[in-house]
């Protein structure tokens, strides 16, 4: 491999997650179901969704909830194509190589001598594919559908610390920072490369890019924490205060919690 | 890594969930005591970094890229407790913005990642650097071994929590209700890849790194090198061996039951009656690379086993039907006697070294 591929295929992951993170802002300014409703509400309710597919065991439940969570995706303005591309193929790729030999090496009742799948083999791999395609679907609508500053306002008034919401907020906004001095530095130093770069050199490369990067956070931190002190920061959070809820947003939570509570009953 | 969504029973996730936190809150406190209100911007910034260190691919030999967890870096500049945070945020910061890693499994991923696979970066790099100047190449190899160590403990524990799941968790014709593979399967399927791989890239990253700070700003390195010059001011180093110290001891009693799995007796550590049958002398014969046992427990042996016999015969107290059980009691039982040990030793010697504290 060569010393352009390495810094390639970073500039590129790097870049590739702050796209991702500007079309998730995005979708979330079209109109849309879950756009319309409070973003406690959107949390909670995806949070509950997610563990009644957890809790249930029953696979035609788990189907029914896995078609509402494409009806939902489709109803926010979430296409079936973004589904398709960030959802159900990275899943199955990954969760779907690692059900595979599930088929085989569950004990069981025998289905199909070859190749030998069992009952218990086939369900099993289903049940697990299923399940993460299910959880990942609602956990994508949920922050394709909402900006990271009203997931964290949810996050607080669902009572996370003020300390841990603030660290979430502040370490999102330096991710984009950092990454982008990431990749002016890996800019900078492929424009200045003449020749391919052997593996130890690759490897020093990123090392010393990791060493200066770490050095310009810390420093960043301490000029973030003086700022933050001449403004009259004394540990303490104070956040502005929260909207109210609407009837449209309590008929949500009923939704959310009676299909949760209805789809845990039903696949118990 | 990073386990998904579905991944995990319920009560799997609710009980990893319950140690993270608590991992979180003794941080933080401990963080705040030292550093006060320079907590919140120095773990955040730490975390981004993190967070964008985890994207980078780093060349492997052999031609392959891997990505490092950051863990080990983190504990090596910030200490233990420094790292668990800014560990777990960069970790749920990747569940919550792109979707990589469960929110159900979200305790278990820090637990994994974070909580239990740094202090075992911080330990192991102590131990090894032991009091090694700043500058001293063997820093760079400490930090490499333990980058290696903490990815393959955390995934050692991503293993066996996956791996407990099919055994404790399946319908009633027998299928597992979540991650499919027993111990025997999940543990060297995940160990595979992170013996050789994934362990390899977060050792070469915080070795490569240390290696930077070490030209480049070498004060980074200071205030975990355990050296008086780089401690001096800040008054920890007594709260620190202490931490180390209590760590250390809540990873043996973790670890102690681990003692039920090797079968056998230890060399060195037969009975008296041990001599006299036939199928236990074999063994004895074995592990002595063949060298027969002699006929009968050696006199003085006989004479001295009786002198004293423990309150706690073969680890486990005569009530205790659990060998299990009996073992983590009895490790508790002899940690406390340590403890005590040390504690008496200690208020003995406190009172000589007052008058150098106030001053």
Known sequence: MSGANIVASTLKSLSRALSRALINEQTARQPGVMQALDPRVRVAGTFLLVVAVVLLHQ???????????????????????????????????????????????????????????????????????????TAVTFTTVLVLTTPWAQVLKALRSLGLPKEVIMMLAMAYRYIFLLAETANQMFE?????????????????????????????SLDLSQEVFLAMQSRGYRGDVVTLTEQRLTPRDYFGVLAFAGVAALAIWLGR | MHIPDGYLSPSTCVALYGGTVAAWYISLKRLK?????????????????????????LPLPGGTTGHALGVTI??????????????????????????????????????????????????????????????????????????????????LAAAVELGIQPVLFHDAAGAPLYAPYPLKIAIPAMMIGHLTFAGLAEALLSAGLVAYLQAADPSLLAATSGLRAALSGTGTRTPASLRRLWLSVALLLIFTPLGILATGKAWGEWAPDDFLHTDSRARIAVASQNALPPPAAPAG???????????????????????????????????????????????????????????
């Open chain 1, 59 to 133: 696979i035609t439940v788990l189907l029914t909830l896995f078609v509402a969570g494409v009806v939902l995706a489709l109803a926010s303005a979430v296409t079936l194509r973004t589904l398709t591309l960030r959802v159900w193929l990275v899943v199955l790729a990954f969760t779907g190589v690692i059900a595979l030999p599930a088929l085989w090496l569950t004990p069981g009742e025998p289905l199909s001598t070859f190749p030998s799948i069992t009952r218990q083999g086939l369900h099993t791999a289903m049940m697990l594919v299923l399940r993460v395609e």
């Open chain 1, 188 to 216: 900078s130093r492929e424009s200045r490369r003449i020749g391919a770069l052997g593996g130890r050199e690759q490897r020093r490369l990123v090392a010393q890019t990791a060493g200066v990067l770490m050095s310009k």
């Open chain 2, 33 to 57: 005591r030292v550093l006060l209100t320079r907590v919140v911007p120095l773990i955040s910034v730490f975390a981004a970094f993190a967070f964008v260190v985890m994207m980078f691919n």
């Open chain 2, 74 to 155: 983190a504990a090596i500049v910030l200490g233990p407790a420094g790292a668990v945070l800014s560990a777990s945020l960069a970790i749920g910061l990747q569940a919550l913005l792109f979707g990589d890693g469960g929110i159900t499994t979200l305790g278990a991923n820090c637990f994994n990642m974070a909580v239990i696979a740094s202090p075992m970066a911080y330990i192991s790099y102590r131990a090894l650097a032991a009091r090694a100047a700043i500058d001293s190449r063997r820093r760079i190899i400490a930090a490499g071994v333990a980058g290696y160590l903490a990815a393959n403990l955390s995934a």
């Open chain 2, 301 to 359: 042996m006989a004479r001295m086993a009786t002198v004293w016999t423990s309150p706690f015969p073969a680890y486990a107290p005569a009530f205790v039907k659990s060998r299990a059980l009996g073992y983590v009691l009895s490790a508790m039982f002899g940690v406390g006697i340590c403890l005590l040990i040390a504690l008496f030793a200690q208020s003995r010697l406190r009172p000589q070294s007052r008058p150098e504290e106030v001053t």
